[in-house]
């Protein structure tokens, strides 16, 4: 058990609909990611956030967003879901930044499935 | 072209092998080298990492950085059927924090 939680462990939408990933990530962890994992694109970075504020974009849709409360628990949001975001969603965690950010925690992710 | 290669397999052995797991890179920015292990239906977790060029060894695994040919290796020793799992690769730069993976090597070790 890393210490990452996320829920839903699985999700089934339609397609346009909206839906919310949420993750805790380990006591005293700052930095919070998003990936997503996908047969043909492989585990890809999403977005960054750090005590609060957003510090790195990767290939993240502009109708995806996220972002991570004061309590540091950080939600991901897609909307206007399409089949192809169809994939894994892991969050991760890390204690800080840079130098300690190679040594990152996963969640057991969450299973969206667009129909 | 992907930042980084790995060769996806699958890659079965019987136990007791040693196997071989590669990455090629081409960011030559990249500092940070990791092995992540990932079973079926379950997030990656960090096996092993290397700052920089050199090797790592850990028990059964050992890991080579040759940041000259920009190649990355995970060498594990005496193959257990639990070994078996996705490998995946992941780089870091110094100045940020962002993981970029490999495409994830899937192996098999069988009895």
């Known amino acids: 058990d890393s210490g990452v939680t996320q829920t839903p462990k699985h999700l089934i939408t339609a397609t346009g609909q909206r839906v919310t990933l949420r993750c805790s990530p380990r006591s005293g962890d700052l930095s919070v990611y998003w990936y997503q994992q996908s047969l043909d694109q492989g585990l890809q970075f999403l977005i960054q956030?750090?005590?609060?504020?957003?510090?790195a974009k990767g290939n993240i849709l502009e109708r995806f967003s996220a972002q991570q409360f004061p309590d540091l628990h950080s939600e991901l949001n897609l909307s206007s879901l399409e089949l192809g975001d169809s994939a894994l969603y892991f969050c991760?965690?890390?204690?800080?930044?840079?130098?300690?950010?190679?040594?990152?925690?996963f969640g057991p992710g969450t299973r969206l499935t667009v129909t | 072209q992907k930042e980084v290669e790995q060769d996806p397999g699958p890659l079965s052995v019987p136990e007791g092998a040693i196997v071989s797991l590669n990455c090629t890179y081409s960011?030559?920015?990249?500092?940070?080298f990791m092995w992540y292990r990932q079973y079926s239906r379950k997030g990656p977790e960090l096996l092993m990492y290397t700052y920089s060029s050199g090797n790592k060894e850990d028990g059964r695994f050992t890991a080579q950085v040759d940041k000259s040919s920009k190649y990355i290796s995970l060498f594990i020793r005496d193959s257990q059927p639990s070994d078996s799992a996705t490998y995946l690769c992941?780089?870091?730069?110094?100045?940020?924090?962002?993981?970029?993976f490999g495409e994830g090597t899937q192996l098999t070790v069988n009895p």
């Open positions: 991760a965690s890390s204690l800080g930044l840079r130098d300690n950010a190679y040594e990152q925690y």
């Open positions: 956030y750090y005590n609060g504020e957003e510090r």
């Open positions: 960011n030559s920015a990249f500092q940070y």
């Open positions: 992941a780089m870091k730069e110094t100045s940020g924090s962002r993981l970029t």
